[in-house]
Structures are given as structure tokens and as C-alpha cells.
């Protein structure tokens, strides 16, 4: 018995030596300022036949954005930005398993509330040739006049009723699938007036995390450590 703790202390100790020396795994992407050949696009219902007016452009390394939904209020309008994570359409998409949290800042004109929209690859659902079948997880976020930063941690993401409802899949599929992000997506809230002018200064936009890879090692060594020594309690 003695023999067998002296082995389970040696296993301990090493185990807690290697959490020490790894190394943090960290995940960290500007989606702005642009990096990486990234390209950001402005875009409104014009092209369906719409009346709203989307601009953008680039003051003191801030992304001014503008719009105006135009229209009657009986039918849909819209306007935004899209980051495009595949411009090829390869397939290549972001793999943010480690995201934890997005950061935002901005400020705003004549708006109170920006939605933001994160599509992912579902390979239950998604058909890359159909936009709408991405799964996509949204979080409602609030603009204020003055330049804030806000944290959004990503469990705070959701998936809408209504991707369901367009896409006809099955509510029970619920994994998020941060592994294959193909854009992300800002829009005006949901309660956006007509014929109002709104602008929106975005200063930026970043996406983090940290891997909790070596916290699990450690842990599943302790839980493999408490298996031998309740084994051998047992045995006994």
C-alpha cells in the first residue's frame, strides 16, 4: 500500500510539473482594424429591389458605417456589414473552438442596438450553396453615443427561432459548431425605425480565447489517480 502511494504522489507531482511548463494555447483574431487580406463589405435591399441606402468608409482608422431603411414599415428592409471568412468558397472556414468572447467597440448615432451574427458550417443542415442554411448565432447588443468596449462571452450567442423555422431543421440539433465560421454579420436591432438616418463608428472588433486543454490533462490524471487509489481501497 505504501509502495502503491508513492507511485500515485510521483504521478501527481509530474502531472501538476507539466500543467505548469505547457504552454497557454491562445486564440486571438482582428476581424477590425482588417488583417490578413480580410475584406469587409457594406451591403442593402437595393439589389432586391428595396429603397434603403447603405455606406462605408474609413476615417482615422475607425470604420464609419451609415444607412437609412427606406420604405414602407409593412415590408421587410434591411442594410450591414459582412465579413466574408471563405471569400474563395472552398470551405475553408475559421476554426474559433477556442473563442471564448468577442470584443466590440463602437459607437452610435440615432441607434440603440446592433445585432450581430456569426454563421457557422453545420454539416447536418448547411448546404454551402445556400446562405441561409448556415447556422447562425446571434447576440443582441447595445449602442450608446459615446465609444464603449464591450465583452460578449459566446454563450451568450443563441440560435433564433426563425433559422429553425426557414431552414426546417430539427430543434434538438444544438451544437454550435465554432469550429467552421464562414462570416459574421452586423445589422441594425430588430425595432429599427424607417426613413432615419443611423450611423454606426466602429473602433473594433476582436475575437479571443484560451484553451483549457492542459487544465484538462491535469484533471483527468487527478481523476485516473482517484480511480487507483478507491481501486485499491476496495481491493483490500
Not at 505504501?2 to 497557454?24: D, Q
Not at 473552438?97 to 454539416?123: C, F, M, Q, R
Not at 426613413?195 to 486543454?213: C, D, H, M, P, Y
Request: hydrophobic content about 45%; glycine content about 6%; proline content about 3%.
Amino acid at each position: 500500500m505504501k509502495h502503491r502511494a508513492i507511485i500515485l504522489g510521483v504521478i501527481t507531482a509530474l502531472a501538476i510539473v507539466v500543467y505548469i511548463l505547457s504552454p497557454e494555447r491562445h486564440f486571438f483574431r482582428s476581424l477590425f482594424p482588417l488583417t490578413d487580406g480580410q475584406i469587409v463589405s457594406v451591403y442593402d435591399d437595393r439589389s432586391d429591389g428595396g429603397l434603403s441606402d447603405a455606406r462605408m468608409g474609413m476615417v482615422d482608422s475607425v470604420l464609419d458605417f451609415e444607412c437609412e431603411l427606406k420604405g414602407d414599415s409593412s415590408k421587410d428592409a434591411w442594410c450591414g456589414l459582412i465579413w466574408n471568412l471563405d471569400p474563395e468558397q472552398k470551405g475553408n472556414y475559421a476554426n474559433w473552438t477556442l473563442v471564448d468572447s468577442v470584443i466590440v467597440e463602437l459607437s452610435g448615432k440615432n441607434i440603440d442596438e446592433i445585432v450581430i451574427k456569426i454563421w457557422t458550417y453545420d454539416p447536418d443542415v448547411t448546404d454551402s450553396q445556400k446562405k441561409l442554411t448556415f447556422r447562425q448565432l446571434i447576440k443582441e447588443v447595445p449602442v450608446t453615443k459615446e465609444m464603449q468596449r464591450i465583452a460578449i462571452p459566446m454563450e451568450q450567442f443563441y440560435v433564433p427561432d426563425y433559422w429553425f423555422e426557414q431552414t426546417g431543421a430539427d430543434k434538438k440539433l444544438t451544437q454550435r459548431h465554432q469550429e467552421a465560421v464562414a462570416r459574421v454579420e452586423i445589422i441594425p436591432g430588430w425595432k429599427m425605425s424607417r426613413n432615419a438616418q443611423f450611423s454606426l463608428k466602429i473602433r473594433k472588433i476582436e475575437v479571443l480565447g484560451v484553451s483549457n486543454f492542459a487544465l484538462g490533462i491535469l484533471l483527468g490524471v487527478f481523476l485516473f489517480i482517484a480511480i487507483l487509489a478507491t481501486g485499491g481501497k476496495k481491493k483490500k
